[in-house]
C-alpha cells in the first residue's frame, strides 16, 4: 500500500516511533470502566495497531482524510463500520456509542483546543482521554492555578477531569516533524456530575475573567456583574489565574446572589 502523505491543512503530523506509539496505548489506565475507545486521526495507524491488539477493546477509528481512511480501509478490513470517515467535531457521540468510552490520539495540533470542548460537551460519556498535543497547549491543560499558562482550558478541563501530564515527545519522531516539542497528558473522569452553581453563569465568569487576564476580578467581571454590587469579598481582589476550579465555583454563586 503506498503511503498517506501528510497534509498541512489538516494538522498532520505522522508518529513513526512504535515505542512512544506503545507508551501512549499503555497510558490508558481506566480500561476496566469502559469497553469501547475512539481513535482520532489515526493517519497510518501506528497506534491503531496496539489498539486492535488489545482484544478486551472494541476500537473505532475516525479520521476526515479520505487518504488516509482508504489506506486504514486496507489495512484494516476487518473493521467495517467501526472505520468511519468523518469529522470528529461534528460526531454524535450518543448514536455511534451506547455506553461509555475513551478517546486517544495523535491530535491535530489545528484543533486541539476544539477536540478537548468536544470532549467536555461529552463528558457523560468519555471517561478517559489520552492525547498528544503541543507541547504548550498540554501544559495548558494540567497547570495549577498561579501560573501564567493557567488558564479558561485548564480551569473547564479540570472541573470534570484529572489531568496529568505524562510525558513530552521531541520533533524527530515525526514525519514531517512539527516546530515545536509535543507532549502527552491524560484526563480521568472525575465524580462530579455537575458543578454546585450555575454552569452557565460558570463559563461566563472563567471566560471572562481570563479575557482580561491582568485585571483584578473586580474589573475583568464588570461585563458580568456591576461593580456597585460585587461588594467586598476577597475574591474581586485577585486575577483569575489564582483561582481554583472550587474558587470559581464559589465566586459564580456569589455573582449569582447578587446580581
Request: proline fraction near 4%; glycine fraction near 6%.
Amino acid at each position: 500500500m503506498s503511503l498517506v502523505k501528510a497534509k498541512k491543512h489538516l494538522g498532520q503530523h505522522f508518529l513513526t516511533d512504535k515505542n512512544i506509539a506503545e507508551k501512549i496505548v499503555n497510558s490508558l489506565q481506566q480500561t476496566d470502566k469502559y469497553h469501547q475507545v475512539l481513535e482520532v486521526g489515526p493517519g497510518m495507524g501506528i497506534l491503531s495497531d496496539f489498539l486492535l491488539s488489545n482484544k478486551n477493546l472494541e476500537t473505532f477509528l475516525v479520521d476526515i482524510d479520505t487518504e488516509s481512511f482508504d489506506y486504514l480501509h486496507k489495512k484494516y478490513p476487518e473493521l467495517g463500520g467501526r472505520l468511519i470517515n468523518a469529522d470528529f467535531l461534528q460526531m454524535n457521540f450518543k448514536e455511534i456509542f451506547p455506553g461509555k468510552l475513551a478517546v486517544i490520539g495523535n491530535f491535530p495540533y489545528n484543533i486541539s483546543s476544539q477536540i478537548l470542548f468536544k470532549i467536555l460537551d461529552n463528558r457523560d460519556q468519555v471517561l478517559e482521554v489520552v492525547g498528544m498535543f503541543q507541547k504548550e497547549v498540554a501544559q495548558r491543560c494540567a497547570e495549577k492555578p498561579g501560573s501564567k499558562e493557567y488558564g479558561i482550558l485548564s480551569v473547564f478541563l479540570q472541573a470534570f477531569y484529572k489531568v496529568e501530564y505524562l510525558f513530552t515527545v521531541k520533533p524527530g519522531v515525526f514525519n514531517p516533524p512539527p516546530k515545536v516539542n509535543s507532549a502527552v497528558i491524560r484526563l480521568t473522569r472525575n465524580e462530579i456530575e455537575k458543578l454546585d452553581c450555575d454552569e452557565k453563569l460558570f463559563w461566563q465568569v472563567v471566560k471572562a475573567g481570563f479575557n482580561q487576564r491582568r485585571k483584578t476580578l473586580r474589573n475583568a467581571l464588570s461585563s458580568v456583574i456591576n461593580k456597585d454590587n460585587m461588594g467586598d469579598d476577597p475574591l474581586f481582589e485577585l486575577r483569575a489565574e489564582r483561582l481554583s476550579v472550587a474558587d470559581f465555583v464559589n465566586l459564580t454563586n456569589l455573582i449569582s446572589q447578587k446580581r
